[in-house]
């Protein structure tokens, strides 16, 4: 069999990122304040960019006088790590500590995993060892409401820190704790059958006062600057607006495009690649902010009733549904929610922390949700129940959960296993 040399064509799709693709993705994952340093430093470097304005800009944000007079020892991990030297703790405590404190989020709150800490730590301390100094000495640390692993425990040690009563702190308990409770209007009409209506109405309203971000006031070396305000109706509907206050918005110099177009002065090479620079520049930065505005507003439409002070619940929402409600790239929600905020009427908000993930594919369950069940039944059992009847008992309501699954966030909230109970 004699062995022939044959020419085939073959046409196939290739995606080559370009390096003005390149720019448009580092441009998405900007700061606030990032971006406002790369505009100011593109003017200064571009003749043909020029600043509008038309609008309200403070020149003092932007310069370098305020990031030299930030003083570094506000850090909140420096904050937190001052007030450690005043407690008397043993050796292992302290490294504990510090190891919670330096993976707490610039918010205040603590999204990483027991288990994750564990890991870090290369298993010299025990997740129960680990649960006992951030529950008995970094929550107790000011400002309060440090080192919560969700907003509602946030809130909920930020009572306790009032000294209000025991009566309110149980209510305060039932109200943010119990997953019957979908709203605040719906525990407000079970507990007034227990509980004075002025009680409930006055726990609520503390409760609504409290700081979801209480890291943020301590926070320098990272400034914080939302991109996005939020701003309710006279109908309690949510307006979403891109702040324009204090940002740089840039236009092309007409003069200068039309003496580079008038062909009498034979404009060179670079002085042409200047200008569809700064063209594309002018278009990637809007595009931005209208990408940032998109993801922002259906964020706030989704948690609507969380920022409304409706609930003290986030709806489970990840990157993959407001890609697909968006039509665009979850890759592209990811670099638009990195170092985002949202003014809000509860305070300045991290985007990223407004998204709750689904522990179910048939049910929006938020891992919060499911402890909060898994503790409830525990509670209730008349004889102690394996993983698997948990998981039988919720999969009946339409949870469709493995028996993994409540093994592991049993024991995240360190509930021992039935054998153990």
């Known amino acids: 069999m004699a062995i022939k040399l044959v020419r085939e064509f073959k046409q196939n799709q290739q995606l080559s990122i370009t390096p003005q693709l390149k720019k448009s993705i580092d441009l998405l994952q900007l700061s606030r304040l990032e971006i406002i340093n790369k505009i100011n430093n593109e003017i200064d470097e571009n003749p043909f960019l020029k600043k509008d304005f038309d609008h309200k800009f403070n020149s003092n944000f932007d310069g370098d006088n305020l990031l030299e007079n930030l003083p570094n020892e506000l850090t909140l991990q420096n904050h937190l790590k001052s007030q450690l030297e005043d407690i008397k703790l043993r050796n292992a405590e302290k490294k504990i500590a510090l190891a919670i404190i330096q993976s707490l989020e610039e918010n205040g709150l603590l999204h990483m995993d027991l288990d994750e800490i564990e890991e870090m730590m290369e298993y010299a301390y025990s997740i129960k060892e680990i649960e006992d100094v951030l529950i008995n000495i970094i929550h107790d640390l000011d400002p309060a409401g440090i080192g919560a692993r969700s907003f509602k425990e946030s809130i909920y ?97 007409q003069d200068l495009e039309a003496l580079v177009k008038n062909k009498k002065n034979e404009a060179g090479k670079e002085l042409k690649e200047k200008m569809s620079e700064a063209k594309w520049l002018i278009r990637a930065i809007n595009k931005r902010n209208e990408t940032v505005q998109n993801v922002g507003t259906l964020i706030c439409k989704i948690q609507a009733e969380f920022l409304s002070n409706k609930s003290a619940e986030l709806k489970p929402v990840s990157n993959i ?76 309501r339409g949870f469709n959960l493995a028996r993994r699954t409540i093994s592991k966030y049993r024991k995240k909230i360190n509930l021992p296993s039935s054998r153990n109970r």
């Open 321 to 396: 549904e407001l890609a697909k409600e968006l039509k665009i790239s979850p890759s592209t929600v990811s670099r638009i929610l990195r170092s985002k905020y949202i003014q809000t009427p509860k305070g300045a908000i991290s985007m990223k922390s407004l998204l709750a993930s689904s522990v179910s594919k048939t049910r929006k369950v938020t891992p919060m949700q499911l402890m909060e069940e898994i503790q409830r039944i525990v509670k209730e059992e008349s004889k102690k129940l394996s993983d698997q009847k948990i998981s039988d008992l919720l999969n009946q």
């Open 157 to 253: 040690i930020q009572l306790k820190k009032k000294e209000i009563s025991t009566e309110e702190l149980e209510i305060a308990y039932k109200i943010l704790f119990n997953p019957q409770f979908s709203s605040f209007d719906s525990a407000k009409i079970d507990l007034t059958m227990h509980y004075s209506e002025h009680a409930v109405e006055t726990v609520l309203t503390k409760i609504k006062k409290c700081d979801l971000s209480p890291g943020l006031g301590f926070e320098s070396t990272h400034i914080i600057q939302p991109d996005l305000e939020v701003i309710p109706d006279d109908d309690q509907n949510f307006n979403v607006y891109f702040k324009k206050d204090n940002f740089p918005m840039i236009s092309l110099d």
